[in-house]
């Protein structure tokens, strides 16, 4: 009975590591979620925040089973915590797939870079290609008053040249430096000198800048992109504890069991 007592609070305690593993797992899909540059496309975070809150009420179950001896919890817990491994593990193969490419184009001269719609994955581009999706995007770009600040805070050219901007900022604020606008400030822009060198050359004007242009909605997936590819990363290694916590509580389980 002691023995069995004691591979009953192994179990209880490995699967308060497991419970550990879905509070960071929930805090990575909040934090994802609280981010400017996913605000305007959710569509990962809402499945990353409901595998964490999965993964905690079968990890408490995993616990009460374990306290309590109620081999109906235990069971609950070593079927659904399986399921659970198994999609997180899914969620990162797919976050690395999707976030696989480029990562923005340096230019000569300039601190920030430029980012081309083609580098990003297929399922990337088709959430933001629609032109209905994309008019809401645009909505809450603009909303969130995305290009506001950059005439005040880059007042001259080389100042601008020096700017870390964001992928947004890079995209959606400017033209495309191919184009050769002449710079005023620096949302305000006229006579391009190659106007044919990129599509979106001809879509900025200076009254909607370039929420219209291709580069707009790279900018929003290079953000997308590098926010998702720190949430998989992070993921790796809490998939890694999660397997050996699960595999030692199953351990625990089945010693229990024997006796």
């Given amino acids: 009975m ?4 004691m591979s009953n609070m192994a179990m209880a305690a490995f699967s308060g590591i497991t419970l550990l593993c879905g509070i960071v797992v929930l805090g990575t899909g909040i934090w994802l979620s609280t981010k400017h540059s996913t605000d305007c496309v959710r569509f990962l975070e809402w499945p990353i925040i409901v595998l964490g809150v999965a993964i905690t009420l079968i990890s408490l179950a995993g616990i009460a089973g374990a306290l309590t001896m109620n081999g109906a919890l235990l069971a609950f817990y070593t079927i659904f915590m399986l399921m659970a491994i198994l999609t997180l593990m899914a969620f990162v193969l797919f976050a690395f797939v999707v976030t ?12 920030y870079k430029e980012f081309e719609f083609n580098d990003y994955s297929d399922w990337l581009r088709n959430r933001v290609e629609d032109h209905k999706s994309w008019s809401l995007i645009t909505l809450c770009l603009r909303d969130a008053k995305t290009c506001d600040d950059m005439a005040e805070s880059y007042n001259t050219l080389d100042k601008f040249n020096m700017a870390d901007l964001s992928a947004v900022e890079s995209g959606c604020c400017k033209p495309p430096f191919a184009c050769n606008y002449q710079w005023r400030n620096a949302t305000n822009w006229f006579h391009a000198l190659t106007p044919d060198a990129n ?4 879509r900025w004007n200076n009254d909607d800048l370039c929420f219209n242009c291709d580069s707009c909605k790279a900018g929003l997936l290079q953000q997308v992109k590098s926010r998702w ?9 809490v998939l890694a504890i999660l397997i050996l916590a699960y595999a ?9 069991k024997a006796r």
Avoid: E, M, Y
């Fill in 2 to 5: 002691a023995r069995r007592r």
């Fill in 100 to 111: 696989s490419g480029q990562n923005g184009h340096g230019l000569v001269g300039k601190v």
């Fill in 199 to 202: 599509p979106d050359c001809r």
């Fill in 229 to 237: 590819r720190t949430v998989a990363i992070i993921d790796v290694v």
């Fill in 248 to 256: 030692l509580a199953l351990s625990a389980f089945r010693g229990a």
